[in-house]
């Protein structure tokens, strides 16, 4: 009777001749490499659920290789990656299915280039206009911005308050000529 077993990584249910019990071998589905049991016992039939209605697929004789070497070290190279649980290199610095960076320089790097260039940090016209004409609102905006933690919250504060010193320094210079006249 063939030894019945279900892959770990893609979960296909795979019979297996009795003479390949005790090997390793190579999955005909996902070609993950697999250790066939050395006997099939009755809970593990109950655990994988092979009462089923879709039977095992069975294994061809050139699909299972009985212990070759690449595969043992391609199964030891391998874990799997903590955010997404996919299979990965054991030396892989950044999971080639969900992105994340494992390796701490790579990932200060990834974050300062992130960093680099925000939209957010940018003032739009419409906020120059407001900063420079209106500049009362542009500094209460400025400063919920800076509370939100906006990097542009800074920029529109002291854009504000230059202009409102600088209309300031305007008027009061627009009055002393006016007082001089009369």
Not at 16 to 29: H, S
Not at 100 to 109: H, M, Q, S, T
């Amino acid at each position: 009777m063939p030894i019945q077993l279900t892959c770990p990584s893609c979960h296909a249910k795979l019979a297996v001749p009795d003479q390949y019990a005790g090997r390793r071998g190579k999955c005909p589905k996902c070609s993950s490499p697999i250790q066939v049991p050395s006997a099939a016992a009755p809970q593990q039939e109950e655990r994988f659920g092979f009462g089923d209605a879709e039977p095992p697929r069975p294994f061809d004789d050139d699909e299972l290789q009985p212990d070759a070497p690449e595969l043992e070290a391609e199964a030891d190279d391998r874990r799997p990656c903590p955010a997404c649980g996919e299979m990965i290199m054991r030396g892989a610095v950044k999971c080639r299915f969900c992105g994340e960076i494992f390796d701490a320089a790579l990932k200060k790097r990834e974050k300062k280039a992130r960093r680099g260039y925000d939209e957010d940090a940018d003032l739009t016209t419409g906020e120059w206009a407001v900063a420079i004409l209106c500049s009362g609102i542009g500094c209460i905006a400025g400063i919920i911005w800076m509370i939100q933690g906006k990097p542009k919250g800074k920029k529109m504060f002291l854009v504000s308050s230059v202009t409102a010193c600088i209309w300031t320094l305007l008027r009061m210079g627009l009055e002393a000529a006016n007082q001089g006249r009369m």
